[in-house]
Each structure stands twice: as C-alpha cells, then as structure tokens.
C-alpha cells in the first residue's frame, strides 16, 4: 500500500534553533517529492520540489533531502524564526501526475 | 500574484442540504482539483478536472459531485450534506499536477 509517514507529529523548538522533519515513504513508482508549509488557516504553498535523481534541493533556510534507496526524506530549517509556525507537509508523486499520496504533516511551533 | 479563491472561508449548514463549494483561479490553468483535509490525515482528492465538462473521480469521491462549466471555475457540490462531510475543503490548480491552493473552505454540518 503506497503511505507517506511524517514524524514527529508536532515539534516545538525556540526561536533561532534548527530543526529536522522526516518523512518515509512507500510509494512505488516514484515520480518526485514536495514538501509544502501550510500556514494554520491557509492552502499549502510547495517549498521544494525533487526528482527521484535529486538529493537536496534547497529553498533559503529550508534544504530537503532524498534518498531513494531507503525512501527517506527530510525537511532542515535553519535559525527557526516565528514565521516558521505552520504545518509541513510530504507529497510523494507516484506512477500518474494525479497520484499524489500526502502524508498528514507535522506541526511546528516555533517559540520566542 | 497567482490566485486560486474559495468563495467562502466558514460555512455552516444542516444535513441533507445541498451545498456549493465554489472555487475560481486566474491562472489559465488545465487542471483543478478538490481536497478535503481531516486533522490527523494527508489531503484527499475528491475530484478533479482535467479540461472543461471533464472530470474525474479522486480517491474518495462518494457523496460528492463537481461542475466545471468554464476553465477558471470548479464547484464542489455535496449533494445532500451529512455530518461526516464535516471538514476543511481545498480547491488547487496547476498545469499538471496541484500547483496553487485555495486557502479553504472550513465546512461545518449541523
């Protein structure tokens, strides 16, 4: 059964700290993966995009990683700041442009 | 600025209503699609749109129907509400694969 599973669920880290996301995944064929921020009571906005033949793509404080192999994938932010509050959602794309399988996210509080 | 916009941002209504889900992009694009998000779970397509009067079945299409009469509107109607239809709903476009969401529709049926 294709799953994406995020951890940890939700994660609360002081202001000006790093922090990891995973995510694993069983999705196969696999075509590419995102990762999005949802803001609470907005859409989700992509962050980054990579292929299966990619290992990092970054987006200002935001590098995410890929590894194929294990099926692996994290989200890194550097120097948290308070705008980083949101949910983080992996998307693995699989065999078809319309199969996208989401995992549920992790909920990030970044504190003062 | 790209925009894909729900018609309403809170909606209540009772069960066994018909409901409409409206939702508008100014984008030109192809495709659209209608998510709902339960908390706990990853987004779950509904329905989506890959041209105009075309649609397709998502992943949990059961007590909802779609209208696509114009490319840069997609309506989601819940043809006669229940309780279990309770949840945040996202509209998304892109010219292949979901690109640009909404900022939702949070339902609510009484």
């Known amino acids: 059964k294709n799953q994406v599973e995020q951890s940890p669920q939700s994660l609360i880290i002081l202001e000006g700290k790093n922090c990891t996301l995973q995510c694993n995944y069983t999705v196969s064929p696999f075509s590419n993966l995102r990762w999005y921020k949802q803001d609470t009571g907005r859409g989700p906005v992509s962050l980054t995009i990579?292929?299966?033949s990619e290992n990092t793509k970054s987006n200002g404080r935001y590098t995410a990683t890929l590894d194929a192999d294990t099926k692996q994938s994290s989200l890194h932010i550097t120097a948290s700041q308070l705008s980083d509050s949101a949910s983080y959602i992996c998307?693995?794309?699989?065999?078809?442009?319309?199969?996208?399988?989401w995992g549920a996210g992790t909920k990030l509080i970044i504190k003062p | 600025d790209v925009k894909v916009t729900q018609s309403s941002r809170y909606l209540v209504k009772r069960t066994g209503e018909k409901v409409f889900l409206e939702c508008v992009q100014d984008m030109d694009h192809e495709n659209m699609f209608w998510y709902r998000q339960d908390p706990g779970l990853g987004l779950r397509l509904i329905y989506f749109s890959y041209d105009v009067k075309m649609k397709e079945k998502g992943d949990i299409p059961e007590g909802y129907s779609v209208s696509r009469e114009k490319k840069e509107r997609f309506s989601l109607i819940l043809e006669s509400a229940s309780t279990n239809q309770t949840s945040m709903y996202l509209c998304?476009?892109?010219?292949?694969?979901?690109?640009?969401f909404g900022d939702g529709t949070r339902l609510s049926i009484l």
């Open positions: 990579m292929t299966f």
């Open positions: 998307v693995v794309i699989g065999r078809s442009n319309y199969q996208l399988i």
């Open positions: 998304a476009s892109g010219t292949d694969q979901p690109q640009h």
